[in-house]
Nanobody, 124 residues
Framework: QVQLAESGGGSVLPGDSLTLSCAAS????????MGWFRQPPGKEREYVAA????????HYAKSVKGRFTVFRDNAKNTVYLQMNSLKPEDTAVYYC?????????????????WGQGTQVSVSS
């Protein structure tokens, strides 16, 4: 049984940093590209970031580029999302998801497995 478990969310001030973790089990982690999505209150789930290739290429939504960094540790079956300079508009439930490498990293439908999400709240 595949499980993705996010952790690291919380309530922070604007300008603070957080690092989210997503621990995977039940799948051959190195064969899957990992993505991060988020769902702000009252809005649709949106793409945030992903590792595009197994060689380390990454991609970010325009709203987070330059502030967020996605990286993974295959030895720990874990992907991370380092979030710096957080803004109130980053408030959302953040989800990690797994898709086979080679499939579109932007399309939610290409992700086979999803975590339960972790809440990030940015407010003064």
């Amino acid at each position: 049984q595949v499980q993705l478990a996010e952790s690291g969310g919380g309530s922070v001030l604007p300008g603070d940093s957080l690092t989210l973790s997503c621990a995977a089990s039940g799948l051959t982690f190195a064969r899957y590209g990992m993505g991060w999505f988020r769902q702000p209150p009252g809005k649709e789930r949106e793409y945030v970031a992903a590792d595009v290739t197994s060689g380390g290429l990454t991609h970010y939504a325009k709203s987070v580029k330059g502030r967020f960094t996605v990286f993974r540790d295959n030895a720990k079956n874990t992907v991370y999302l380092q979030m710096n300079s957080l803004k109130p508009e980053d408030t959302a439930v953040y989800y990690c998801a797994a898709r086979p490498y080679g499939s579109s990293f932007l399309m939610r439908s290409q992700y086979e497995y999803w975590g339960q999400g972790t809440q990030v709240s940015v407010s003064s």
